[in-house]
Every structure is written in C-alpha cells, then in structure tokens.
C-alpha cells in the first residue's frame, strides 16, 4: 500500500523526476518551514473554530453573502493534522492518498464548501492577474479540488464551489509597533475535481516503475542541475566532491 500525499500528486504534474527521487529515495533540495504562514493559519483556524462552536456563520460569509456556517465534525481535527488529514484508501489500486485541509464549512443544503487558507504581502492584491501569470496559484485550484474529491470519497456532499480565505499583510504601514495588519480578500474558484484519480493512479504507476521518469523542461530543480553538471564538464576541478 503506497501512502501519497496531496503535495506529492501536485509534485508529480509538475515534475515526476523530482517527484520520483523525493519519494522513492527519498531526495529533496532542502527547504524551510513558513512560520509566519503558519501562525496566520492557525489564527484564522482559531476565528473559524470560534463560530464553529457557536453554530453561527464568520462574519466574512455575511459580508460577501455566504450562506454556511463553519463545519462540525468529530473528524475535522484529524482532517486539518498534516501528519493525518482527509484520507482515502483503494486496496484494489494500492494507495492511501490524502491531504490536510484548512476548513470545511456547510451550507443550509448540506452541501460542504472546501476552504485553504493563504497569506502573502503585496503592495496590490490582484487574483486574476496573479492566477494569469503563476503557475502556483493554479496549483491552489488544484489543491482544493484534490480536497474536494478526498471528501467525495468519503461519501459527503462537495459544493463545486471553494474558497481561498486570501490574507495580504501591509507592508507600507508608516509604523510596525511589532503589529502585522492584513487586507482580507476572499477567492472564490469553481472546481471540477474529475481529473483527481486519474492523476493519483498515474503518481501511484511512477512510484511502482523502476525507469527514472523524465524532466519536466520547466523544472527549477532540474535546470539547476543540468547547468551545474555542464559546468562540471567543463571546470571539474572548480566542484566540491
């Protein structure tokens, strides 16, 4: 039973060698944790829980005429725990595929909506623009649509609509006083999640290959080492071995 991640289906559309290596063997460049995302993550988790308990709608689905209140499930601590999350397990095909979500909230139909959070500091906040020109925003489509699709399989009913609950730090105030504020903008995005199994199947078939995948042209990853490895050929005595 292989044991995916949302992250390693998203890796796999971007570049399966890399995906390969990470997940195979266990080779990935090194990264560092966003803290700072993090703590607005659980923050906003923390106002959500709020009205969760209360049964009352955030006032932000007043404001922008969202009929729904915050999800109750025994379950969605577990959901929202990146070492657990929302799972779904095919014994036939092999695989335990999930992904942890940020919230889930319902509408009056049952209907449950799907909801990331994100934060970044840009002096405009432009969305359209943004998910125009970057591949990662399409990538944010991609991950609620993956979340959407893990909550289909565990037999709920999924809105097609999400939401990213967008919160952009002004980084222009004439004054810190060790405060951050944020401009909160919320990004609705119609999801259409057929495409999830197909992908997770193929992620799965790479995982069981022995062939080393290709390199996606675009990958970051992959162009740094070609260009190291021409360089090499050229000047080996200028590597560290």
């Given at each position: 039973m292989i044991k995916i991640s949302r992250s390693a289906v998203e890796q796999h559309l971007n570049c399966q060698r890399c995906f390969y290596?990470?997940?195979?063997?266990?080779?990935?460049?090194?990264?560092?944790?966003?803290?700072?995302?993090?703590?607005?993550?659980n923050l906003c988790k923390n106002e959500f829980d709020h009205y969760r308990a209360k049964a009352e709608p955030h006032p932000m689905f007043l404001e922008h005429g969202i009929e729904a209140v915050p999800f109750a499930h025994d379950k969605m601590d577990d959901w929202r725990n990146n070492f657990k999350g929302v799972r779904h397990i095919n014994k036939e095909d092999g695989y335990n595929f999930g992904g942890a979500v940020d919230d889930i909230w319902q509408k009056p139909s049952g209907e449950?909506?799907?909801?990331?959070?994100?934060?970044?500091?840009?002096?405009?906040?432009?969305?359209?623009?943004?998910?125009?020109?970057?591949?990662y925003a399409k990538g944010y489509k991609r991950q609620l649509e993956m979340y959407q699709w893990l909550m289909r399989m565990n037999d709920f009913e999924v809105a097609p609509e999400a939401y990213l609950v967008y919160y952009n730090g002004k980084k222009n105030e004439p004054m810190f006083d060790q405060k951050l504020t944020f401009d909160l903008h919320l990004v609705r995005l119609e999801c259409d999640d057929s495409w999830v199994e197909?992908?997770?199947?193929?992620?799965?078939k790479t995982l069981n290959g022995d062939a080393?995948?290709?390199?996606a042209s675009d990958c970051p990853n992959c162009n740094y080492l070609r260009k190291r490895w021409e360089v090499s050929q050229k000047d080996p005595k200028n590597l560290v071995d």
């Open positions: 290596l990470a997940y195979k063997y266990k080779i990935r460049p090194h990264s560092l944790p966003f803290t700072l995302n993090s703590a607005v993550d449950l909506i799907v909801v990331d959070v994100k934060s970044t500091a840009k002096n405009v906040f432009d969305w359209e623009d943004t998910y125009s020109k970057w591949e197909g992908e997770v199947l193929a992620a799965v080393m995948p290709p390199a």
